[in-house]
């Protein structure tokens, strides 16, 4: 009898010895993923890390506030547009620390284009230089009108609020690119050279 009963109790004990292997797997697997994350994050967080004064890489313009209206001037002056098609100068901060060189994408994500339509592309800006303007040393690049340069606003004149997304990339590549490159050929060029971004938004209605 006494050795029927330890039979009956082998496969409870089975149970709950799966039972704890399980658990141990699940904590080990919750440990690693944790882990994973944090690392990920921390290598993430490095490569926008701010100058050695603590303060963040920041994008301004003196010439638009943060989400306002872009400077009529600045408007193209083709396309039935009646601006002067003259960028707004930008300024910036913060430069994270080993950055080489500079590079920038002017790019309004509500026109019905995929991806984008890209307004400005430049690169080539020594680090030294923390402001972009008609002086600043820089390689403009082929913008979506398929010209180079600055290209100003131009939407269609049905009062939709367009908004302008200056991004402003920090890179460790000396400045040798070559000019007349598209967005697309920018970026598959500086991906693996860039260590930090920073953005400002600038905005235009045509009616």
Same mark, same amino acid.
């Given at each position: 009898m006494?050795q ?7 496969p409870?004990?089975a149970? =709950?010895l799966?039972?704890l292997?399980?658990? %141990? ?6 440990f690693s993923?944790l ?7 921390t ?6 890390e ?7 890489f920041?994008?301004?313009s @003196?010439?638009f ?5 872009? @400077? +009529?001037p600045g408007a193209? *002056?083709r396309f039935?547009?009646? !601006?002067?098609?003259?960028? +707004?100068?930008l300024?910036?901060?913060? =430069? ?6 500079f590079?920038?994408?002017?790019t309004?994500?509500?026109?019905p284009v995929a991806g ?6 430049v ?11 008609d002086?600043?040393?820089?390689t403009q !690049?082929?913008?979506s #009108?398929g010209?180079?340069? #600055?290209?100003?606003?131009? +939407? @269609?004149?049905? !009062?939709q609020? *367009? *908004?302008? =997304?200056?991004?402003l990339y920090a890179l460790?590549?000396a ?7 598209? #967005? ?9 050279? %860039?260590?930090g971004?920073? %953005?400002?938004?600038?905005?235009? =209605?045509?009616?």
């Amino acid at each position: 009898m006494q050795q029927h009963r330890v039979w009956r109790q082998v496969p409870r004990a089975a149970l =709950v010895l799966g039972a704890l292997a399980l658990g %141990v797997s699940a904590l080990s697997f919750l440990f690693s993923f944790l882990f994973s994350f944090t690392f990920s994050w921390t290598a993430r967080s490095a490569r926008a890390e701010p100058d050695s004064h603590g303060a963040p890489f920041r994008l301004a313009s @003196p010439d638009f506030a943060e989400d306002g209206s872009l @400077p +009529p001037p600045g408007a193209l *002056h083709r396309f039935g547009c009646h !601006g002067r098609n003259l960028a +707004p100068a930008l300024h910036w901060t913060g =430069v994270p620390p080993g950055t080489v060189s500079f590079a920038l994408a002017m790019t309004d994500h509500d026109a019905p284009v995929a991806g984008g339509f890209h307004h400005w592309i430049v690169y080539n800006i020594p680090a030294h230089v923390n402001t972009l303007d008609d002086s600043s040393p820089s390689t403009q !690049g082929t913008n979506s #009108y398929g010209f180079l340069g #600055y290209g100003g606003p131009c +939407p @269609p004149a049905d !009062g939709q609020t *367009h *908004h302008y =997304v200056f991004t402003l990339y920090a890179l460790t590549a000396a400045a040798s690119l070559e000019d007349g490159l598209t #967005y697309d050929e920018l970026l598959a060029q500086i991906n693996p050279e %860039v260590i930090g971004a920073t %953005v400002t938004i600038g905005t235009f =209605v045509r009616r």
